[in-house]
């Protein structure tokens, strides 16, 4: 997988160059790939008097497009005059914002979507709202959240794999995960690590009362030990960069990447429930809760073709 042919930004609607923003012209930069910026905006106000007369509600929202239009123009034509050979515009006017991004990059295929970590509130950092998990439930491409604070690209990243879970998240998907990753890091000169965590202690409680054999818990382990070996060298991740933790992912993944500093987290999520009401696998939504640096989320294959049906229906 080479660089990035294509990268999409979600805008601010307020109209401002924002981390995402930056983030998406900085790896164009360094990538040649074309950016694609996407300004997708709601106001409920301009639709009031539509019962009144409904094409001047048209004509109201169309103005209320050109004018973002125009801001999108000028900041792509002044990206151009800062070198980026490839910039183009798209402004979508829909109440569903995670369904205008997933339909956007359904028809575009970027390689990369980028969207601004949404602030909690001025006393808190970036956190995950609901309009962020409607996103990283739905979004086809790969989509990395930033935080408002992060620098202008990684420079230390972490893929974090489940080599042993055959069913829920299969090996294409972990060799995604590791392969963007990498693709990731060869455009910011960054460094990987690479990390399985699973819950193999022979105190582990199944129930009340059921303990795991200790026999069986060291076969785990070691298991865990071959596998992620052999995952690690077929991608090239040397043995000082391999973390074999033990522990709830959810605990034990955050604490790795603030005891390296990771600049950013790379993990893949499984799919539950109908897509329309489709959910994150647990373990993934308990993990992006807990980190606090920027994250990369990867779908499992067959995905965006599995989606396309139910986002070109009318919402």
Request: proline residues 6%; contains cysteine.
């Amino acid at each position: 997988m080479g660089k990035f042919r294509r990268i999409m930004v979600v805008v601010d609607p307020a109209m401002q160059r924002s981390t995402a923003f930056r983030r998406g012209v900085a790896l164009a930069k360094r990538s040649g790939a074309e950016l694609v910026l996407l300004l997708v905006t709601y106001h409920a106000a301009i639709l009031r008097p539509r019962l009144v007369d409904p094409g001047l509600t048209e004509r109201a929202i169309d103005g209320y497009l050109a004018a973002r239009r125009r801001w999108l123009d000028s900041e792509a034509e002044a990206l151009r005059r800062e070198g980026l050979a490839s910039v183009s515009t798209r402004a979508v006017w829909h109440k569903r914002a995670h369904v205008a991004i997933a339909r956007e990059a359904l028809e575009l295929a970027p390689d990369l979507v980028i969207r601004d970590i949404q602030p909690s509130s001025a006393l808190q950092r970036a956190v995950f709202t609901p309009a962020d998990w409607h996103v990283l439930r739905l979004c086809p491409a790969p989509l990395m959240l930033v935080d408002e604070d992060a620098g202008s690209y990684p420079q230390r990243i972490l893929a974090a794999v489940d080599i042993l879970d055959s069913n829920d998240k299969p090996g294409e998907l972990n060799d995604e995960i590791v392969t963007q990753a990498l693709r990731m890091a060869a455009v910011c000169d960054a460094s990987v690590h690479l990390v399985h965590a699973s819950n193999v202690s022979p105190a582990l409680a199944l129930g009340e009362s059921v303990m795991i054999d200790p026999a069986l818990g060291e076969e785990l382990r070691e298991r865990s030990r071959e596998e992620l070996a052999a995952f690690a060298a077929k991608h090239g991740i040397p043995a000082e960069r391999r973390h074999l933790l033990e522990g709830h992912p959810s605990q034990v993944i955050p604490a790795l990447a603030r005891e390296l500093n990771v600049d950013l987290t790379v993990l893949g999520t499984v799919q539950r429930g109908t897509l329309r009401r489709a959910i994150m696998g647990a373990t993934a939504e308990e993990i992006l809760h807990e980190l606090d640096c920027d994250v990369l989320v990867l779908k499992p294959p067959g995905f965006a073709a599995a989606l396309d049906p139910e986002l070109l229906e009318d919402d």
